[in-house]
């Protein structure tokens, strides 16, 4: 019986924590948007060099049929979002720094890594049109 207390005891103490309140969500957890999210990065920082000219057109009504799914013709057969998975992503591959797909883009400055990251998560996510 001693020991049937003692045990008791020891799992009453183990398994009370104090209470930390909710858990936050991780950022993954967060939806990223295209239209409120990445759109608005593609306005400040890409349009000025790919407006609509018959080439990359990352104006808001050609962007996403621009981008998800369809081949980056200067890297073909690469894909330029391939949906759920950013690192086989021309897109993702021309801001990240590496320089696998040539000059990181925009050309002469750079996302911030909130931007890049933001990309990132859209693209892993699925890539939506939302």
């Not at 183990?14 to 936050?24: H, L, N, R, S, Y």
């Not at 981008?67 to 200067?74: C, F, K, N, P």
């Not at 950013?86 to 050309?107: C, F, Q, R, T």
């Amino acid at each position: 019986m001693k020991k049937l207390m003692i045990l008791f005891l020891f799992l009453s103490f183990v398994a009370c924590k104090k209470d930390q309140g909710p858990i936050e969500p991780q950022d993954n957890t967060v939806e990223v948007r295209f239209s409120a999210d990445i759109q608005p990065i593609f306005n400040q920082s890409c349009v000025a060099c790919h407006p609509n000219d018959g080439s990359l057109n990352l104006t808001a009504s050609n962007a996403y049929g621009d981008l998800v799914g369809v081949v980056a013709s200067a890297y073909a057969p690469s894909i330029r979002v391939v949906v759920g998975d950013a690192e086989h992503s021309v897109l993702y591959k021309k801001i990240d720094g590496s320089n696998i797909y040539g000059s990181n883009m925009p050309l002469g400055s750079s996302l911030s890594s909130a931007q890049i990251e933001l990309i990132k998560k859209w693209i892993d996510q699925g890539a939506k049109n939302n």
